[in-house]
Every structure is written in structure tokens, then in C-alpha cells.
């Protein structure tokens, strides 16, 4: 795979989660919206999950992992605080932790976008 379709790969996968997340975090009463909240635990529990075969999420966490780690933050916590809030409904939690994985993945979109286009 060229560096431009890694990177435009990257682009589009980030942006895919970016988007559902986003819309979770705008619309604060979606709890009762079992199919979003459901995408959103998928994703959670997927990068979490070491047996997880999928290159496109492999690829994610790698991200994750790396800029938590700058961080001085761990996936794994990341991921159980924002399913516990889930759990007790608690959409500040949810929100504080969702919001930094978005963070991450916005700053990788436009790294890679940035590198598709030949750009840093």
C-alpha cells in the first residue's frame, strides 16, 4: 500500500469514528438511543481487545496507545471509565474521556491528511 493510501486510509477511518462520537457528545440525551451507544461500545471494547484481528483498528490503537502513553494515560482505563459511565449513566464521564479519544484521532486525521497531501 502507497504512503498515500495508508495515509488517506488513516484520514477516512478517523474521521468515521470522529463523526459518530461527536454526534453522541452533541446530543447529551442519547442515552435512550441504544444503536449509537452501541457503536461507540464496539469501537471502545475493540481496541481494548488483543485478539482483535482487524488492521483498521490495529492501526487506531497503535495511535491511541501512543499518544496516551505521552500522556501518561492507559487505554484500558480510558476505555472502562467511558463504559462505566455508560453503565451508570453518568454522561459527564462519558463526555471527559470520550472526548480526549477524540482529541487523539482528530490530531491523527490531520496528520495523515497533511501527509497525503504532501504537507506537515
Do not use: C
Amino acid at each position: 500500500m502507497s504512503n498515500i493510501a495508508l495515509n488517506s486510509s488513516i484520514y477516512q477511518l478517523a474521521k468515521k469514528y470522529i463523526q459518530e462520537i461527536n454526534y453522541y457528545l452533541i446530543q447529551e440525551k442519547h442515552f435512550d438511543n441504544p444503536e449509537i451507544e452501541s457503536k461507540i461500545k464496539n469501537f471502545l471494547v475493540s481496541l481494548v481487545d488483543e485478539e482483535n484481528l482487524d488492521p483498521h483498528l490495529q492501526l487506531l490503537t497503535t495511535v491511541i496507545d501512543r499518544s496516551l502513553r505521552d500522556r501518561s494515560r492507559k487505554k484500558k482505563e480510558i476505555v472502562n471509565l467511558v463504559l462505566k459511565g455508560f453503565e451508570v449513566k453518568d454522561f459527564d464521564l462519558i463526555k471527559n474521556n470520550l472526548s480526549l479519544i477524540t482529541e487523539i484521532l482528530e490530531s491523527e486525521a490531520i496528520f495523515a491528511l497533511n501527509r497525503s497531501l504532501g504537507t506537515r
